[in-house]
């Protein structure tokens, strides 16, 4: 929202604007290799996809703060970038993208310091190892599906030809089911499933930690609420 002097400010912790920041980085190279170059329309689609998943987050972020913002006009001055930045499958409007990261940079320059963000991280450390893993998740995801889908089609006979195979096979995969091992033909695939596979085992164990967490946690918190 803006503030007293009119510039715009950004809601949420440090840490939260510096993954939107990673992910708005991550956004535009995807848009440079798309552009430049990419050459097979099927990957080019895929990358498609990827912009769509993000294009969601940024939108999210944009009706949150409208909806948070005391003078709405007044963010909308400034807000109208990222929402029609924001809209997917508009390339030119895509690199609107880049005001998110300068206002984003400005916000995390206000923090003054990295000590002051690491005191944010560790003030809410589930909530940044969270942010951490669902990044390397996304980032794994997406760049892996890109990776299969380009080494498979080089292969006569494959099963990974299209944006949608490569989406499936990616997500059986962090899953750790086995046909998705099977469905891998080069040598370039099968090292892309093993890394794909390592990361949905830690990611497993992240979430079956933060549960057995949560529930030993649990009767403290109900204990003191009732006393």
């Not at 807000?79 to 997917?88: Q, R, V």
């Not at 390339?91 to 998110?100: A, K, N, Q, S, Y």
């Not at 984003?104 to 944010?120: D, E, N, P």
């Not at 093993?194 to 030993?216: C, D, E, H, Q, R």
């Amino acid at each position: 929202m803006p503030d007293s002097t009119g510039r715009m400010s950004e809601r949420g912790s440090a840490f939260y604007q510096l993954s939107l920041l990673i992910l708005s980085l991550y956004v535009l190279a995807v848009l440079v290799v798309e552009t430049f170059i990419i050459t097979d329309e099927e990957v080019s689609r895929l990358l498609q996809y990827v912009d769509l998943a993000i294009c969601a987050v940024f939108l999210s972020d944009f009706f949150v703060n409208l909806y948070r913002a005391e003078n709405r006009w007044g963010y909308l001055r400034w807000g109208w970038i990222d929402f029609i930045s924001s809209i997917p499958a508009i390339d030119p409007l895509r690199w609107g993208r880049i005001t998110r990261v300068v206002r984003i940079l400005r916000y995390l320059r206000a923090v003054r310091s990295f000590r002051v963000l690491y005191r944010g991280i560790v003030a809410s450390r589930y909530e940044s190892l969270s942010l951490v893993i669902a990044l390397i998740v996304f980032f794994s995801y997406t760049i892996c599906s890109a990776l299969i889908l380009e080494f498979e089609r080089a292969v006569p006979g494959s099963n990974i030809q299209t944006a949608e195979d490569a989406l499936w096979w990616a997500f059986l995969t962090m899953m750790n089911a086995k046909p998705s091992i099977d469905q891998t033909v080069s040598g370039g695939a099968t090292a892309v499933t093993l890394v794909l596979n390592k990361v949905g085992l830690l990611t497993f164990a992240y979430v079956n930690s933060m549960i057995i967490a949560w529930l030993v946690t649990k009767p403290g918190r109900e204990a003191s609420t009732t006393s």
